[in-house]
């Protein structure tokens, strides 16, 4: 284990210095082809948006830097200009290709212990998108995952238990599915003799939440951020959730990774009534609750996020709560009379997100680093159906470097605390648990065109359970991965 980590890392030094070479660069698609221009203007390094790229996205696919924006090519007009089309078609695709490797090792509460890998050249991504102005207040963005393989970071004590196999590990791939991203956007609802444009504008559909950093579509890394994808039955149960809930339950358990089907106010406002470069941003929601599915529990949840930002720096503190995160199919499925750790009593497991966030950039000041910080407090009241509550802490921190203008090298740590949580006084199977997680990523990026990218990456994940006994529980795994992703 020692000695893959020190390849991994290796490889990754490696890279980084066959990578400090100098490189041309030229425009990406759908946007830039609409207007004529670099995508610079909008990426810090695609896909990550900097703060001109998030107005710009903001604004409905219309507005840079407060000005409004005019396609090289007219749209065409509908109902007297009430309504556009582009005349080019809005349309670009994504494709993610490479090599990815993958280790785990298990160890049991009884010792035994089980180490897997796996490797393959895998089709990561291939994403349609599709996004434009329909006319000076609504627009639209479709993002559809054509394919995709999934990699895993298993964590929990049912996890660890899994030391009666040794098989290879196989990623899983999906063919089409259901849309990543969907919405309509009204964008200015306001007269601009009341406020300025953007100053509250409403999206509908399929979005992600307004968390301060993308969980998925403009993350810089291959390594999802822990603290967004763990829910309390990950952290808790003696069984994997593969087997103790069905297909259809656990692709409805809330995620904070997960794109949303609801609607959301948002806008900007700036001291003094004008734009300047210090802003307020609100975002206020209700969603289902189940992801991109449609609500099997009636639930309404709500979130929200403010935040300040000035010449790239900002501050923000984001909120997310659900009168219950489960539904009646799910609790029946991972019951105790159907073989789980559930109660089966119906009772809500109510759950609540927040904290803040905080990114450092000093690249206004000619300096070509910058820090992004996330901080969660996760709280759910019955996560197993036996009126115990569990908490847990988190967050990550990632430094990027960007020292020229076809490179960025970046590094992130990420953490998790969970309390200790134990259900068998009350009837329940579950504990003594008490989760600790982290992972530590190291990777670097070259852009032979700023729409092609080369990626080396590699990450160390840990999961242990310090309460188990007579030994700790652990999930350790080492990931690698080489890719080539290009926008067109």
Not at 287 to 306: A, I, Q, V, W
């Amino acid at each position: 284990m020692k000695r893959f980590g020190m390849f991994g890392l290796a490889l990754v030094m490696g890279s980084e210095l066959l990578v400090l070479l100098p490189s041309p660069a030229s425009a990406i698609p759908a946007f830039a082809r609409r207007y004529g221009m670099a995508c610079s203007a909008c990426h810090v390094a695609w896909p990550v948006l900097n703060e001109f790229g998030e107005d710009f996205r903001v604004s409905g696919y219309r507005r840079y830097a407060g000005q409004e924006l005019a396609p090289t090519t007219p749209d065409i007009e509908l109902l007297q200009g009430a309504l556009t089309i582009p005349a080019i078609p809005p349309v670009a695709f994504r494709a993610d290709f490479g090599f990815d490797f993958q280790q785990v090792r298990r160890q049991a509460s009884d010792g035994s212990s089980a180490t897997r890998r796996g490797s393959s050249f895998d089709l990561n991504e291939l994403e349609l998108l599709v996004g434009t102005p329909l006319g000076k207040h609504l627009s639209f963005f479709l993002q559809y995952d054509l394919f995709e393989t999934e990699i895993e970071r298993p964590t929990g004590p049912g996890e660890a238990n899994e030391t009666d196999t040794r098989k290879n590990i196989t990623f899983e791939t999906e063919g089409p599915r259901v849309p990543g991203m969907a919405k309509l956007i009204w964008n200015s609802l306001l007269p601009q003799t009341m406020a300025p444009p953007d100053s509250l504008n409403i999206i509908g559909g399929i979005n992600e939440l307004p968390l301060a950093f993308s969980p998925e579509h403009r993350r810089l890394s291959a390594s999802p951020y822990l603290i967004y994808e763990r829910r309390g039955l990950d952290l808790l149960s003696g069984k994997p959730l593969d087997d103790l809930l069905s297909e259809s339950d656990g692709r409805r358990l809330f995620r904070l990774s997960e794109e949303q089907i609801g609607v959301e106010l948002n806008g900007a406002l700036w001291p003094g009534g004008s734009p300047g470069p210090l802003r307020l941003e609100y975002y206020l929601g209700v969603t289902n609750g189940s992801n991109k599915d449609s609500d099997p529990n009636t639930e309404k949840d709500l979130f929200g996020r403010l935040a300040m930002r000035w010449r790239g720096q900002s501050l923000g503190v984001f909120g997310y709560w659900s009168p219950d995160i489960y539904s009646d199919d799910l609790r029946a499925a991972g019951s105790l009379a159907n073989g789980g750790i559930l109660s089966g009593l119906g009772r809500r497991n109510q759950t609540y997100s927040v904290g803040p966030d905080l990114t450092v950039n000093l690249q206004p000041f000619a300096v070509p680093v910058w820090l992004d910080n996330q901080l969660l407090f996760n709280r759910e009241g019955s996560p197993t159906g036996f009126d115990r509550h569990f908490t847990w802490w988190g967050g990550f921190s990632q430094f990027n470097w960007k020292p020229f203008e076809s490179l960025i090298a970046y590094g992130r740590y990420d953490w998790l605390h969970g309390d200790s949580f134990d259900d068998t006084a009350m009837g329940g199977v579950t504990g003594p648990v008490r989760p600790r997680e982290w992972a530590a990523v190291a990777g670097v990026q070259w852009y032979p065109l700023v729409n092609f990218r080369l990626i080396a990456e590699y990450s160390r994940h840990a999961f242990t359970n310090s309460a188990s006994s007579p030994n700790h529980q652990k999930v350790e795994d080492d990931f690698f991965t080489i890719r080539a992703a290009l926008a067109f």
